[in-house]
């Protein structure tokens, strides 16, 4: 919105100018007032309890064991440690589901394109029943009912799992597989939405260029329908950054169900909660980041 | 003209929210009073324990922790019945009581010294109700007899309690590997430990036997006799309430103190008067805990007869152990170190004087 | 291309569509034959699974705990005369526009604002009814209410951040921004556990808010930041030209913002509002994790019931019956709003 004076005389520059800088000293003032009553009721509530904030306990260590993940960690470890564990095992989920989601909704986008009736409709009944479920739903029946409920499915977890040397547990499995397919779901529309911005004419192009429906695809739209996927693509991302917390739901010890046992064992709920909120903008940020150098990339040679 | 837009847009909601934190706390008064005036007792319980709290077909709460509840509102109100149940995760249940959101704790909750010290959760604990231990539950039909039969494999725990730690103190000790999967909430680990994703669950000896009294086949699975720790489950207050605290310090001793006596729920009025004009009229220790003589009820700001309410509503304590653990329950658990110590057990209230 | 007299031209372009859509390739035909298998064999199972195995009491007996959770058996008339209510307002709003007389029309926005209030009316308190507490609110019934109750909050909220984060104040610019960004970055559950477990240290001593109420706010301070770009993505939309025009008319900012900026902005983030209507209905079955018993949470109390053993695959599969038709539910609404508004907007 723009403030020029809009109807003239009635109030000159310069008082106006006053009165806005007058205006935003009031909000901060209001804002600034609001925080601090929070934090004195924060600080009567605490001082009731006996404690003060403080982060000195992040050294000390943290006593409970954890399941085996990328990084070593021992119960001597200090709290400080085991976050950095937890933050390591939700980067690998979401890390890894990224590529997987990302896999999944480019073949379901594309498969709305496909001139195979049959692959267009499964498409879509993907998208219809996986979006609508929530993320939650998805887990526990891939966790409870799939991995739990069938050894055959456990088992080969196992086996993969020892082939590969890597500590993959059947919990990371089946996380993994619940976000993908939920975020699958999302990112195939924005595929579709890209692939929809491209103009009709250049399908037709290529097939008169005798390109094939496969050919035409990877080549000729894709390419193109990249400018307008990225954008999408990079909230989805988050989005499956952020729903790896419903880990707790299946026994993963992502960051946030260490925060979570954290806040039991010290009490400190407002710092454990204050270092999560933290380095889940800094996640936030990277993604958005690594994404705006890929769109930047895309645009300069696109 | 913009500024005042922004005024009815952003500093209307502002203004209220100021002026709803403004208000200066008022004078500490003891949440004893607050009950009182309230005519309502705002309980933190599991609600998914057999035999401690759970629900009932008709949707009413359950339990041994259910009844010291209805035993501290039946001494306070007067009424059993007033009380608001707020079923709690193990997170959620200290937070429940700092914030007011609850005035007691009776939730299967061990008392241990960081949870007791300012410095750790702050509480006041009341005398144990329930002494329990953690324990090991494993399938009958794996072989499994001791803990060292279980090297290297899965133990499926709850998460934010003290039996993950404890289960690491033990084996580390012992110098047993063992891999860990942590739960937020029992229903999860249960079912876990029940579809074979882990060999063995641990928790309170208590939990263990409720949980497997739902399984489908309870009997396919036993309760290692290891012992891996000293739970003594008690109810909770907020630090910094010593009025409150007392009051239901002392409802849980009346409890004991009755058992020891003989007075139960069905005898209780034959004994208030038998002790008021009748054979018992010259026993002072017994007219003194019944209230008949003396002011140790006003001393705690309870009625005199507070004992009498309590067990006139939900029995002494050894009638509520064995309606919610007794023989005759599907949740039964041998009374062991939880009979009166008459008995041999631990359960011991000082002198009502 | 000729046709042949005696199978009808319906008939033979059938046969052609069939076979450019399935088998156009030699590929295609794989693909088409694989799928098919597939699907088949899927769907067979399935449907040999839903009749022939599954045992469906689980469903069956508990659907009063589903749909309305532990109220009490006599109050449950209550539960239902609201879901009704709610209902019938669905069926309204679906109905054609041509059907409905004019007031009505124009009394459905009204009716959907006042369908919470209704509600709480009808279960918590009032009308000489005995109040129910809400720790007795539960299934299906509690997971509309905090849906409806984050909608209603979420939505003045966002555009009250919009219109902030694009006003000419820096500060109210940067706290704004600041607020939206910050609580765009957040997980959920962390949002909801703040919710649960610690707006009670930041009020001042001897202050409680109930479990439900302290949902609905976490829950809607965090889709309002998800709502308010939504907004502002359609403010950004609007020509430049419609401003200087409404600043001709001699209309004040407020007027503006009120009568032009906002009516085109919200149709445009029509779709997208709508889109964060159904995850904020998606959000509540985290509640579930922090002791609410509204959908998701009464089933999991059922699945623990031991006459219910080992019974997930036929709870989770009802429950997602349940969600998805509620979320198709609102999107067609959507839907019906977003028709409605752009014939009105051809006027």
């Known amino acids: ?302 | 003209m913009l500024a005042k837009s922004f005024k009815r847009f952003a500093i209307a909601p502002l203004l209220v929210a100021l002026a709803s934190c403004a208000t200066a706390p008022e004078e500490k008064v003891s949440l004893l009073e607050q009950v009182k005036s309230r005519g309502e007792l705002k309980c933190g319980i599991s609600g998914g324990l057999p035999g401690f709290s759970s629900l009932t077909p008709q949707g009413a709460y359950t339990g041994l922790d259910v009844d010291i509840c209805r035993a501290v509102a039946a001494a306070a109100l007067g009424d059993a019945d007033n009380v608001a149940y707020t079923p709690l995760t193990a997170a959620q249940r200290f937070t429940a009581l700092s914030s007011g959101e609850i005035d007691l704790l009776s939730r299967n909750t061990t008392q241990t010294l960081s949870r007791d010290a300012g410095g750790g959760n702050g509480l006041t604990f009341a005398p144990v109700v329930f002494y329990d231990g953690q324990g090991v539950l494993v399938r009958r039909d794996s072989g499994v007899t001791t803990l060292e039969d279980l090297a290297g494999e899965t133990f499926c725990s709850k998460a934010g309690t003290t039996t993950e730690r404890n289960l690491n103190d033990v084996m580390q000790a012992r110098g047993i590997p063992f891999e860990p999967l942590n739960f937020d909430q029992d229903q999860d680990r249960n079912q876990a430990y029940t579809e074979g994703r882990c060999a063995a669950m641990t928790a309170d000896r208590s939990s263990l036997n409720s949980a497997r009294s739902g399984f489908a086949a309870p009997d396919d699975h036993m309760i290692l006799d290891e012992v891996l720790s000293k739970e003594p489950l008690a109810p909770a207050t907020a630090d910094g309430d010593a009025r409150w605290g007392d009051a239901v310090r002392w409802v849980v001793y009346g409890l004991m103190a009755a058992e020891e006596l003989g007075i139960t729920q069905s005898n209780i009025d034959a004994r208030v008067a038998a002790a008021t004009d009748g054979e018992e009229q010259e026993n002072a220790a017994l007219r003194r805990f019944l209230g008949i003589e003396g002011d140790l009820g006003s001393k705690l700001g309870l009625p005199n007869d507070f004992v009498v309410q309590a067990v006139g509503a939900v029995g002494n304590y050894g009638e509520i152990y064995d309606r919610h653990l007794g023989p005759d329950t599907p949740t039964f658990i041998p009374r062991g170190l939880n009979a009166s110590f008459t008995e041999g057990g631990l359960h011991y209230a000082p002198p009502f004087n | 291309m000729a046709e042949s007299p005696r199978s009808g031209p319906r008939s033979r372009q059938l046969l052609l569509r069939i076979r450019r859509g399935l088998f156009a390739s030699p590929l295609d035909t794989v693909i088409t034959v694989v799928l098919a298998v597939l699907c088949g064999g899927g769907l067979w199972s399935f449907l040999h699974w839903v009749f022939l195995q599954a045992d469906w009491a689980v469903v069956v007996e508990n659907i009063r705990l589903y749909i309305h959770g532990r109220l009490p058996v006599d109050q449950v008339w209550r539960s239902w005369s609201w879901l009704g209510l709610l209902g019938t307002l669905c069926l309204v709003t679906l109905m054609p526009a041509g059907m409905l007389p004019r007031p009505v029309l124009r009394l459905l926005p009204l009716l959907w604002i006042l369908i919470l209030p209704i509600g709480l009316l009808l279960l918590a308190s009032g009308l000489g009814l005995e109040p129910v507490k809400s720790r007795f609110w539960g299934g299906l019934q509690l997971s509309l209410l905090l849906t409806l109750g984050t909608i209603l909050m979420a939505l003045p909220l966002g555009i009250l951040l919009a219109l902030a984060r694009r006003s000419s104040l820096p500060l109210l610019r940067w706290l704004t921004t600041g607020y939206i960004e910050i609580t765009r970055g957040m997980p959920l559950i962390a949002v909801l556990f703040f919710g649960q477990l610690m707006i009670p240290l930041f009020l001042p001593e001897g202050w409680t808010l109930n479990r439900v109420l302290r949902a609905v706010l976490s829950l809607g301070f965090f889709v309002a930041a998800y709502m308010a770009e939504d907004v502002r993505g359609g403010l950004q939309a609007i020509p430049r030209t419609q401003l200087e025009a409404a600043r001709s008319l001699g209309l004040s900012p407020l007027q503006t913002i009120i009568l032009v900026e906002l009516p085109q902005a919200l149709r445009t983030a029509l779709p997208s509002l709508a889109n964060q209507c159904v995850a904020s209905l998606q959000s509540t079955s985290l509640l579930a994790y922090l002791g609410l018993i509204e959908l998701l949470g009464i089933s999991r109390s059922i699945l623990g019931n031991p006459d219910y053993l080992g019974r997930h695959l036929e709870v989770y599969i009802w429950l997602a019956l349940l969600y998805w038709l509620v979320c198709i539910l609102m999107t067609s609404l959507a839907r019906r709003v977003e028709r409605s508004l752009n014939v009105t907007g051809h006027h």
Request: glycine share 10%.
């Open chain 1, 1 to 302: 919105m723009s403030l020029e004076p809009l109807a003239p005389g009635r109030l000159s520059g310069r008082r106006k100018r006053l009165l806005l800088i007058l205006l935003q000293v009031a909000i901060g003032l209001l804002v600034l007032g609001v925080i601090a009553l929070l934090l004195t009721n924060l600080q009567v509530n605490l001082l009731r309890r006996g404690l003060g904030l403080s982060f000195d306990w992040l050294g000390e260590p943290a006593r409970f064991p954890l399941s085996r993940g990328l990084l070593p960690y021992r119960t001597e470890d200090s709290y400080a440690w085991a976050f950095v564990v937890g933050l390591v095992n939700s980067l690998q989920v979401v890390v890894v589901g990224l590529v997987l989601a990302t896999i999944l909704g480019v073949v379901g986008g594309a498969a709305n394109f496909s001139s195979n009736w049959l692959l267009r409709q499964l498409a879509s009944l993907y998208v219809a029943v996986a979006r609508n479920v929530p993320p939650l739903l998805h887990l526990l029946f891939w966790y409870f009912v799939v991995f739990l409920g069938l050894p055959a499915a456990r088992s080969g977890v196992g086996a993969v799992a020892g082939l590969l040397r890597l500590p993959v547990s059947v919990e990371f499995v089946a996380l993994l597989i619940g976000l993908t397919v939920y975020t699958g779901a999302y990112i195939s529309e924005v595929v579709r939405g890209g692939i929809n911005s491209v103009p009709r004419g250049q399908w037709e192009a290529a097939r008169s260029l005798g390109f094939g429906e496969g050919r035409t695809l990877r080549l000729i739209i894709l390419p193109q329908a990249l400018r307008a996927i990225l954008p999408g693509l990079n909230s989805q991302y988050i989005n499956l950054a952020k729903n790896s917390t419903l880990a707790i739901a299946v026994g993963y010890s992502d960051l946030f169900s260490i925060v979570n046992t954290t806040f039991n064992q010290t009490g400190r709920s407002i710092e454990a909660f204050a270092l999560l909120v933290l380095v889940f903008v800094a996640v936030d940020l990277l993604i958005s980041g690594v994404m705006n150098i890929l769109n930047r990339l895309v645009l300069r040679h696109g």
